[in-house]
């Protein structure tokens, strides 16, 4: 299994246009031609080693938002919450309330911070 951010790197805007063309053709009305674009751009993605998942952009979750805005503020952090935030950035998981608590704290201190 590869890992999501480097699976992504490597989805790039030439294989991102050729995937993009195909699925276009996923609305054909001849079942052949959808079926073979179906078929040709699963193949293109697995030899490119990567997984539909990798291919389709979620967006990122609040927290995920949220941890990323407290992140390009590092110097207003305090080592702990350094610690916390490259901590969270690397879950693959929603956070605990308890954590996410945390740094919803952390994200108004610094938005309120921003605004004085």
Same mark, same amino acid.
């Given at each position: 299994?590869?890992?999501?951010?480097?699976?992504?790197?490597?989805?790039?805007?030439?294989?991102?246009?050729?995937?993009? =063309?195909?699925?276009?053709?996923?609305?054909?009305?001849? &079942?052949?031609?959808?079926?073979?674009?179906?078929?040709?751009?699963?193949?293109?993605?697995? &030899?490119?080693? !990567?997984?539909?998942?990798?291919?389709?952009?979620?967006?990122?979750?609040?927290?995920?938002?949220?941890?990323?805005?407290?992140?390009?503020?590092?110097? =207003?952090?305090?080592?702990?919450?350094? &610690?916390?935030?490259?901590?969270?950035?690397?879950?693959?998981? =929603?956070?605990?309330?308890?954590? !996410?608590?945390? !740094?919803?704290?952390?994200?108004?201190? !610094?938005?309120?911070?921003?605004?004085?």
């Amino acid at each position: 299994m590869t890992d999501r951010g480097a699976a992504q790197a490597l989805v790039n805007p030439k294989l991102a246009a050729r995937i993009a =063309q195909l699925a276009g053709m996923f609305g054909s009305h001849h &079942d052949g031609e959808v079926v073979n674009a179906a078929r040709i751009a699963d193949r293109l993605i697995r &030899d490119c080693g !990567l997984r539909w998942s990798d291919v389709i952009a979620q967006p990122p979750a609040e927290w995920q938002h949220m941890a990323a805005v407290c992140g390009r503020r590092w110097p =207003q952090l305090s080592d702990r919450e350094r &610690d916390f935030l490259t901590s969270i950035q690397r879950l693959r998981r =929603q956070p605990s309330d308890r954590q !996410l608590a945390w !740094l919803e704290a952390i994200y108004t201190r !610094l938005q309120a911070a921003e605004g004085s």
